[in-house]
């Protein structure tokens, strides 16, 4: 039913291949930037002989983004010798900000931080990084912070605007939106939604977002808040579900299908959860966005590790590090960084 064109998508990794001479591919097919090269290199030629202790914080293991994206800090952390602290912030602020002020004290080499809420993170890691701890964010950018090594991140706007694209290239003629937003103050939240609006304001008379509403990241608060949605909207249903991560896209899909309108909404999702990949492969969810959290993972601790042992280069420092997310359909599942987890 969904028809997406992505031949040009692929001749371009094709010819970035051919290219590139040496070039390092990440899981899913990846090719790596010229920063993330340039830091790969840099890892190889730096002594690691002597151990180093990284605390790695992540807003909450309850979300199997982050539980992914720990257990590549983890594996990315033993190639480096160096031993990750796993600090899980349970979604609390409150709970993440003592987390960094214990590590803080406990003297550890470096911090790799996803910030549950980019504003309420910002003054304890500025205090982390005035103590003379190198801070490295991932994922979520944190405003007004001076003194950070590097942020490592997708650039979520651009996954926000492939969305958009999406609905513009196979609803040529229009399309109704709901939007399902993610956790008011975080970063990707903003970031993802502002790249819809984008694409999307500018034809608001044929693309109307007709309802938007956050659904907290949440997979059962996506299913509610679709359902009550929904229920409002069984004579006119809306062409296209959008959702800033893929727990919200399967918990509105769970609703979609109770509904029998899963033949008349289509479904996009962030994240490229592997249940989310089996989705978009069974024709669920018509795509979900690729942001290579395995990527932004091992980038980070390098950068981390490299600073740490005094092997970063002075121009790197303070860099903004972006990986391109994309969206991956039916028609390019092999760009999907978890593949190799879908059963069956």
Sequence with gaps: MFKHKNVLLCCLVLLLVMLTPVMAQDTGGRVMTEQEMAIAAAVAECPMDEAITIAASVPGL???????????????????????????GQNQSTRQTADVETVVTQGVDAIVISPADVQALADPIQAAVDAGVPVVTIDRFVEGVT????????????????QGNWILENYPDGAT???????????????RNQGLHNVLDAVADQYPIVVEQTANFARDQGLSVTESLLAGMMDNPPDVIVAANDDMALGALEAVTAAGLQDEIAILGFDALPEAIAR?????????VEQFPGGQSATAMNVAALYARGCLDEAMVGATIFLTPVMVTADNLNLAERIGEVEG
Aim: proline letters at 4%; glycine letters at 18%; zero cysteines.
């Design 62 to 88: 309850n979300f199997p983004f982050f539980v992914h994206m720990m257990n590549q800090l983890v594996a990315a952390g033993e190639g480096l010798n160096a031993d990750v602290i796993q600090l899980d």
């Design 280 to 288: 978009v492969m069974d024709g669920g969810l018509a795509g979900t």
């Design 177 to 191: 939106v709901v939007n399902l937003q993610g956790q008011p103050g975080a970063g990707p939240a903003i970031a």
């Design 147 to 162: 003194g950070l090594v590097a942020h490592v991140g997708a650039e979520n706007v651009l996954g926000g605007e492939a």
